[in-house]
């Protein structure tokens, strides 16, 4: 009799189906243990997420496996600050209730950046560009508006996101906030979240940290604002990574270099594309990018790669706080369109069906 309980109760679990929008969707099996359980002696292990992850059998997979969200869009300048006088914060606060209800981890994303910055925040009534004193003071109304109401809900915030530029005689990007303002917006982003919410960790997040010239920029920023007395408090690397890069000599140093600032270090937005870096924006006539299958070959490489990463993330773990992948599945990822649209990828740890791949396996296995 126990015997036939024990495999009715295995299919149960692994079977078992929910109702979401009139179509019948199973629900992932459980497995041992989540990723947050693996790492719970490490640190927390987030998802960014969208509206719709938040149902259904994405809702049962964020649960199991993570302790941690980033709204991945919804508190986004130009989705919650549309209008000088209109804020839309329907979406921003069901992600927050969400991760409330299920006692998750919040970090903000993002308060200042050159990209979906809404055209307002620049103009005044008749079309001008407003001036830098103008500019300074809708910020501060920004995000005093957005960090004030999220006090206590969101432990961490991106303050400002991709100031550096990627160009090598440049320093920082040539932004419509550089322009009007120079590198003041910076330090007074930090300035106005920190007022709006002492205890939240501030970060600075940006990506190409593999890059030296940029990584060097980088930290040449972070030493800047710490000089001036600037509460940052943590930087965000935001590791959009492939299956050939960084090379794990490489990736020691970059994370040995940016641990040596003395501030939080967080792994925002990892993701790993199946398509090797030095040619990711190729689609021409290499078979390699034609065939965008998620064959053997890119299967195995994603799996070294992964278990590389992980591995020197746990080696810095004192310096780490936390790991955030960049979407939840191979279902959808926002690499789908970048830097080609409509090319398949694969660069997550659960395939389109919310099943663990052989990467997820690479992870966890270390000893605990």
Not at 76 to 83: G, L, T, W, Y
Not at 130 to 158: C, N, P
Not at 174 to 191: H, R, T
Not at 318 to 328: Q, Y
Request: charged share 20%.
């Amino acid at each position: 009799m126990r015997i036939i309980y024990n495999c009715f109760l295995i299919v149960f679990i692994n079977i078992i189906t929910i109702h979401a929008g009139g179509q019948q969707v199973s629900k992932p099996p459980l497995f041992n243990g989540g990723l947050k359980d693996y790492y719970h002696n490490y640190f927390p292990i987030g998802v960014a997420v969208s509206l719709n992850n938040l149902k259904g059998d994405e809702s049962a997979l964020i649960l199991h496996q993570f302790n941690s969200l980033t709204p991945e869009n919804v508190m986004k300048m130009a989705a919650i600050h549309p209008k000088e006088n209109l804020y839309y914060w329907k979406d921003a606060d069901s992600v927050v209730a969400y991760a409330r209800r299920n006692g998750l981890k919040v970090r903000g994303h993002n308060l200042c950046w050159h990209q979906q910055t809404p055209d307002w925040m620049f103009k005044d009534s008749a079309g001008k560009q407003v001036t830098k004193e103008v500019l300074l003071q809708r910020l501060k109304e920004h995000i005093t508006a957005v960090v004030s109401r999220y006090k206590g809900s969101i432990y961490a915030w991106d303050v400002v996101n991709e100031a550096v530029s990627d160009k090598g005689d440049e320093y920082l990007r040539n932004s419509l906030w550089y322009q009007k303002c120079g590198e003041d917006y910076i330090a007074k982003a930090f300035e106005y979240a920190h007022e709006a919410d002492p205890d939240a960790i501030l970060f600075y997040n940006d990506y190409g940290e593999i890059n030296p010239a940029k990584r060097k920029k980088i930290i040449r920023l972070i030493n800047q604002l710490k000089a001036a007395n600037v509460p940052v408090q943590g930087i965000g690397l935001q590791c959009h990574w492939s299956i050939d890069t960084p090379l794990k000599n490489q990736l020691d140093s970059i994370l040995k270099e940016f641990a040596s600032t003395g501030l939080n270090v967080q792994i925002t937005e990892l993701d790993i594309s199946v398509y090797p870096a030095h040619q990711q924006a190729v689609s021409g006539k290499d078979l390699f990018y034609t065939d965008t299958t998620f064959n053997p070959k890119r299967e195995s490489l994603q799996i070294d790669q992964y278990k590389t990463c992980f591995q020197l993330f746990r080696k810095y773990k004192a310096a780490i706080t936390g790991i955030t992948f960049w979407n939840l599945s191979d279902r959808h990822s926002w690499l789908d369109n970048f830097p080609i649209k409509g090319r398949k990828d694969y660069p997550l740890l659960f395939n389109t069906n919310l099943q663990p791949k052989k990467s997820f396996d690479a992870i966890i296995s270390f000893p605990q």
